[in-house]
């Protein structure tokens, strides 16, 4: 399995840095595959968030382009997700597995929560 750490409680417009490695079973395979990070919110299905192939090009989702960047470490066997400018639609549990996903690699994911800057509101008599 994966095992994906970083999540936590933001405010909008605040950052994140997830990152991801593969238990011991799955290590000796680590590399040669595309990874990638996947969410899910509740009520909604899993979706595909950014990738990254062994050579290092990576695709992203349209709604994450411009804020996430996907990026990996061979030696470390570990792919990250640096998340700026997080919005509350970003709230998700997070997890990491190959392109396309093998069932069972999911691992429990990590949840990240953003929170929004609030409204004022004023009261007068």
């Known amino acids: 399995q994966f095992v994906e750490s970083g999540g936590g409680l933001v405010q909008a417009g605040g950052s994140l840095r997830l990152s991801c490695t593969a238990s011991?079973?799955?290590?000796?395979?680590?590399?040669?595959?595309?990874k990638a990070w996947y969410r899910q919110s509740p009520g909604k299905q899993r979706e595909l968030v950014a990738s990254?192939?062994?050579?290092?090009?990576?695709t992203y989702a349209d709604s994450v382009k411009g804020r996430f960047t996907i990026s990996k470490n061979n030696s470390k066997k570990t792919v990250y997700l640096h998340m700026n400018t997080l919005e509350p639609e970003d709230t998700a549990v997070y997890y990491c597995?190959?392109?396309?996903?093998?069932?069972?690699?999911w691992g429990q994911g990590t949840q990240v929560t953003v929170w929004g800057q609030g409204t004022q509101v004023t009261v007068s008599s």
């Open positions: 011991r079973a799955i290590l000796s395979t680590f590399n040669p595959y595309t």
């Open positions: 990254i192939r062994h050579d290092g090009g990576t």
């Open positions: 597995n190959t392109f396309p996903a093998y069932e069972d690699n």
